[in-house]
């Protein structure tokens, strides 16, 4: 076996300390096998050692929270009627940057496993994804959009061969994610209370089986790839990216749900990062047991693989199940229904370890509680907090606003993303009733019958410029996202991208973000139920922009409560809740038209927030709402120009916006929160005014839906006009055009 | 009316087809296994959409020669109605049970989205709820949903008036934008000679339910009902 030097221990990314405490741990020196499984184990990616001591002040409780953040592979959520749902984000960042199409097509199998994995049927998926600009002719756009398409066809592959619907999500595009591409997938599945399912080795005596498809050399250690930055050579590291199969994976999920709903399975858990070795020790410690498992059982399609290799693998579409004792035919049977190889590999005992042997030789012997939950927690050094100044107006100039609207339409991020959506299968399970590309995804669960309303976001500008801020607008806009249709918020999962923690400015973003993003949580009255950390997104040019991504559910209590963001009718009169504001620092405006990220991101008011949130979400329930968009990036403008065009009919409108300056682009672009557009029936306009007013909540009456081809804004003195066919051309041709199509 | 549909691995419509077949008044459905070879009791088959065992090798390739789709054979030569919806129909022509092949679509990718039919002939056990010219909306989810037939057989489904649906625009005008795959004279679905056997790429059973945008498929269903 191969000896361990301080080159080797080095080369697995332990360092002099932690080696010392693995040989306490184990009382002796580990061998080959054994680092490496430690150091899987103990990667960021596994362990969270870089992030837990933080992650601790998220609310993970709530009176709908049956199943909290880390203790299972996902959170459940009571959504009444008996049901609940388990939801999650996770990252592929890493082998997407490497191999697009298989790093995101694995990143959807990853997540989809740890759903089903808790007894719930997936029934839809989101992602949030960040590139870098794909616009230009340099090598550096070149691959920005190969692996844009690679990404996008490889979530359509493996979401719609399994027939998980993609029913939104988001794509950002910005220099800051050149050669380090973001791809967080979000999956959410439907299950009974009685149903949910536990990741722990009970019952001493009880056999493991494995069982999915057998293990190979791809994906090795991709754990510990994934926990470290992104360098030139990391190319050579294709190996650790994982090859997916979606139809493995849909005849898994059947046969899993079908054998959890035998009874037979005392505890099951996906084979994720880390494959064999998580799956075990992580069991063992939550079963307070221990597990042995013999290698040589090991469904593998290589010869030759040495132990390490075996339990490093991270081979797709694979399950560890702990069976009852007596039951283990019916397992079988179930397995055999579903043609899927499986094998008896080993069983539960009553020692604390995880011992893998090959054979009759003892490979690993190590105690699992240590191994899975005592990895080292580091609290990193972080730099000393510094806020941008504030932004002088001065040096950017107003600019031509008519042009501006079509600048800010054009930019990637804003422009329709139609392009993505209509490669993913989002009809299947018939239920998205609100199709992507508005505020939030709304999806009837036939199962429960039950209306979910689901969004992504994150303004990575506004982290960029304040961290705390920008978290904290993250979870604001999904929560503004998920009223703007009618829905009442549950609870959130995380995904926190974020650069190597070892640089003080990064650890500090990471820091700000989660206390601004907890904070946020509690306001919202939405526990986290878990997510994931992604750090190390540096490519050679630098750190991301932190970009801690929210993915946010609610629920719509009637189907007559849905709303969409695009206008109805002409004739309807268009009311802004909130004010009309006047914050253009970290804007997409000074992005798109002044070419910087410059000046404090918008200040969030979580009072006026809530109120503006309660208010459009009781005024869609009393049925007085045709449609509601929230105000995000590009302002009022973009809001109003979305509002007239994303319909399956486009409509004008004619507005008048009040302006404090002789500047138009300020009342139009600034991006100050708390506001959402509605368009409601003229004969109900002045009571959802005078009932906005009772409520003390700031609204006003600021123009008409017409049915002419324009949309016609007033504002500081200056009368503007752009044809509707002109926005819309900009606005849905820009991906296709960019992409070659 | 009891309808059986059928089961492969990696049948991802299956539950989409028993759930909107249960809604319509009169009708029962129920899956059918792809190891079973029974039809008994069963008025008629779907073959619903997904990746039927991966679709490696070829859309519905394998799927031909699993011990269900002898029985399914055997029900369409005596008369039995079969409607293959998207990869069903892909089944269904690698089956020899329907003329011609589904092929890569024009544009390379996937696409999702509402898409426009007229109805080309009423007179059918799939479309005699609706009359002929009448547009329906319903959805398409496909890869591979580019129908091809050579010539001599494109003519001889256009002169037995087997083209039931084609792809259109809302006004039922047949042109090339309305074409959203490249179907050879977009063709969207097909009947076989007898009139028992109809193979479609759009989903109709994701258009009947008002929340999802349209009702329309329930044309469809409700014409096999009344036949």
């Not at chain 2, 309305?178 to 179907?183: E, L």
């Amino acid at each position: 076996m191969t000896p361990i030097t301080p080159k080797i221990i080095a080369k697995h990314g332990i360092t002099p300390e932690e080696f010392e405490r693995i040989r306490q741990i184990l009382g002796r020196e580990p061998n080959f096998t054994e680092l490496g499984v430690f150091s899987v184990m103990w990667s960021e990616h596994c362990s969270y050692k870089n992030s837990k001591l933080e992650l601790k002040q998220f609310p993970a409780t709530g009176p709908r929270v049956l199943v909290k953040m880390g203790e299972e592979n996902a959170g459940v959520i009571d959504i009444g009627d008996g049901w609940a749902i388990a939801f999650k984000m996770e990252s592929h960042n890493h082998p997407s940057a490497v191999e697009p199409f298989q790093g995101a097509a694995t990143g959807v199998g990853g997540i989809i496993r740890d759903i089903f994995t808790m007894g719930a049927r997936p029934v839809f998926s989101m992602n949030s994804l960040r590139f870098g600009d794909i616009r230009g002719d340099s090598a550096e756009a070149r691959t920005n959009r190969r692996l844009f398409a690679g990404v996008v066809a490889g979530i359509s592959h493996y979401g719609n061969c399994i027939g998980i619907p993609t029913i939104g999500g988001e794509v950002y595009f910005d220099d800051s994610y050149s050669g380090n591409p973001l791809v967080n997938v979000f999956c959410l599945g439907i299950l009974r209370h009685e149903q949910i399912a536990r990741g722990a080795a009970k019952g001493i005596g009880n056999p493991v089986f494995y069982v999915g498809a057998e293990t190979g050399r791809d994906g090795l250690a991709g754990a510990a790839f994934a926990s470290r930055e992104l360098t030139e050579e990391s190319k050579e590291d294709r190996p650790a990216v994982q090859v997916g199969d979606p139809f493995r994976e849909k005849l898994l999920l059947e046969a899993c749900l079908e054998l959890l709903a035998s009874g037979c399975v005392a505890g099951i858990q996906d084979m994720g990062a880390a494959g064999l070795t998580c799956s075990t020790c992580e069991t063992a410690s939550r079963g307070g047991t221990g597990v042995e498992i013999d290698l040589n059982l090991v469904p593998k399609r290589e010869t030759g693989m040495t132990p390490y290799e075996i339990l490093l693998s991270e081979s797709q579409e694979r399950m560890l199940v702990i069976v009852n004792k007596g039951e283990e035919d019916k397992v079988r049977a179930i397995f055999e229904k579903w043609d899927l190889p499986f094998a008896e590999v080993g069983v539960v005992n009553d020692d604390g370890m995880m011992r893998v042997r090959e054979g009759d030789s003892v490979a690993v012997e190590i105690p699992a509680r240590k191994l899975a939950d005592e990895a080292p927690l580091y609290s990193r050094e972080a730099a000393a907090k510094s806020l941008p100044a504030p932004l002088d107006l001065a040096k950017f100039p107003e600019a031509d606003c008519t042009a501006s609207l079509h600048a800010l339409l054009v930019h990637p991020s804003i422009a329709s993303k139609r392009w993505v959506w209509r490669q993913y299968d989002h009809m299947v399970r018939l239920g998205a009733t609100v199709l992507p590309g508005s505020d939030a995804a709304v999806f009837i669960v036939r199962e429960a019958n039950k209306i979910l309303a689901a969004s992504t976001d994150c303004n990575a500008i506004y982290c960029r410029q304040d961290p705390r801020e920008g978290a904290k607008i993250a979870v604001a806009e999904a929560a503004r996202n998920i009223a703007c249709t009618g829905a009442i918020p549950l609870a959130l999962t995380d995904n926190l991208n974020f650069g190597n923690p070892h640089k003080p400015e990064n650890f500090l973003q990471l820091r700000e973000a989660v206390e601004g993003m907890a904070e946020a949580c509690r306001k919202f009255d939405t526990p986290v139920t878990g997510g994931n950390v992604s750090l190390y997104n540096e490519s050679p040019a630098g750190a991301i922009d932190p970009t801690p991504t929210v993915g946010m559910v609610g629920i719509v209590e009637d189907a007559k409560h849905i709303t969409t963001q695009f206008f109805k009718a002409a004739g309807d009169e268009i009311i802004l809740v909130g004010e009309p504001g006047d914050e253009l620092g970290a804007s997409h405006y000074l992005l798109a038209v002044h070419g910087v990220k410059a000046g404090p991101p918008p200040k969030l008011d979580y009072d006026k927030e809530l109120a503006v949130q309660d208010a459009v979400r009781s005024l869609i329930r009393s049925g007085l709402v045709k449609s509601a968009h929230d105000c995000a990036e590009g302002g009022l403008a973009v809001t109003l120009a979305e509002s007239c065009i994303s319909g399956d009919t486009m409509l004008g409108a004619a507005v008048e916006i009040p302006a404090a300056s002789s500047r138009a682009d300020i009342p139009l672009f600034n991006e100050s929160q708390s506001r959402i557009v509605i368009s409601v029936g003229s004969c109900d306009a002045a009571s959802v005014l005078a009932g906005l007013e009772k409520r003390g909540v700031p609204a006003s009456l600021i123009g008409t839906v017409t049915p002419t081809s324009m949309l016609e804004i007033t504002t500081a003195g200056k009368s503007l006009s752009w044809p509707l066919a002109e926005l819309h051309k900009t606005w849905a041709g820009t991906i296709p055009s960019l992409m070659g199509e | 009316m009891k309808f059986a549909v059928l089961r492969f691995p990696g049948s991802n419509c299956d539950q989409d087809c028993v759930h909107a077949l249960n809604a319509i008044p009169g009708t029962s459905a129920d899956y059918v296994w792809h190891k079973d070879t029974s039809l008994a009791g069963f008025d008629a088959v779907v073959v619903p959409g997904g990746f039927s065992y991966g679709d490696y090798l070829r859309c519905g390739a394998i799927a031909r020669f699993s011990p269900v789709m002898k029985s399914v054979k055997e029900f369409a030569g005596s008369g039995g109605t079969v409607i293959g919806i998207c990869n069903g129909f892909q089944i269904l022509c690698e089956s020899g049970l329907l003329p011609g092949a589904l092929v890569r679509n024009r544009g390379l990718h996937f696409v999702c989205k509402h898409v426009f039919l007229r109805v080309e002939s009423s007179e059918s056990r799939f479309t005699n709820a609706a009359s002929a010219g009448q547009v329906l909306k319903i959805p398409i989810a496909h890869g591979e949903g580019c129908y091809f037939a050579d010539d001599e057989t494109l003519a001889r489904l256009r002169a037995d008036g087997q083209v039931l649906v084609r792809y259109c625009d809302g006004q039922g005008n047949v042109t090339d934008d309305a074409n959203p795959n490249g179907s050879r004279e977009n063709i969207a679905g097909i009947r076989n000679a007898a009139g028992n056997v109809f193979g479609l790429m759009p989903h109709p059973e994701r258009a009947c339910d008002p929340l999802l945008g349209s009702t329309d498929g329930l044309a469809i269903f409700q014409s096999i009902l009344n036949s």
